[in-house]
């Protein structure tokens, strides 16, 4: 496979200039730096042009043929919402591409940090592992993951497991911190981010991401890092009071989504919501399945 081009010698600050994000037109992106942090998991840093910073907004458009929003998409946002967005990336030589989610607020640190695991058969993934620093990739977007109103719930618990964490970092990422907004309702963020078997690396933790993010929102997140997905730790979760302002968002693989709450549909309609969180009393009002 050919080595992508060089770009020119990187110096990132206010003044980086760089081509413009599209989300329907793909253009080169330099990587400023590449981390790794586990056999299987790289940290790529891709810096913004402030063009690009600007398109990571709410008004960021769906993919084409999308319904992932939780909240309606509309002309007028209610200037609580948040917006969780991601790229895709493409593999040039085999004509392929894949959703990467920033781990970080790439609008407020003018920047992406992308989490990029390497998967047995995955070009994609196996490309960006050989990317360096000052090489090039080809990115569109940012879309839109999903679209939220954190005020309009006394309770946010996400569940996730590998990196299907990144959009809850980011979510928690474009948080103030806790210590900023002193009328904000604390405790309402609640992550439950399933461990990685013993013999693997616990990226999230090891990496500073989940602890930096656990300084910064103090007693407004809860974390929980049970080793399987057991109802007993939803519970914990969800809590005991009233569950009609819940919204639980799940990011997992299938054979982990489909007994916490179901499968996505073919054409990733959210389907009925079954297992342990139907069981638990929860619907389509209270559960989000993301891809």
Known sequence: MARPPLAPLLKVDDGFRGPKLDPYVYSDHVISSTTTLSPDHVLLTIPLSAASRESFSPNAPLPLGSTTSHTPQNPERDPAEI???HVMI???DLQI?????????PGLDGEMRLVVKRVRGGEVGRMLHSRHANELVGLRGPLTTFSIIPE???RIVMISSGTGVAPFLQLLASLPP???DPTRKAGRYHLVHLKPDSEQVDWAA???LLPR???KLSYDLSTYRPEKIQKSSIQKALGSSDRSHILVLVCLPPHLMRPLCGLLGPNLEQG??????GELGLDNRHVWKLE
């Open 152 to 154: 309009a719930y006394d």
């Open 213 to 215: 993010l656990q300084e």
């Open 97 to 105: 591409e894949r959703p990467y989610t920033p781990v970080n607020d």
């Open 90 to 92: 493409k593999q040039p």
């Open 83 to 85: 917006t969780v967005q």
């Open 272 to 277: 009925p919501i079954t297992g342990i969180l």
């Open 206 to 208: 090891t990496s500073g």
């Open 178 to 180: 806790q210590s900023s």
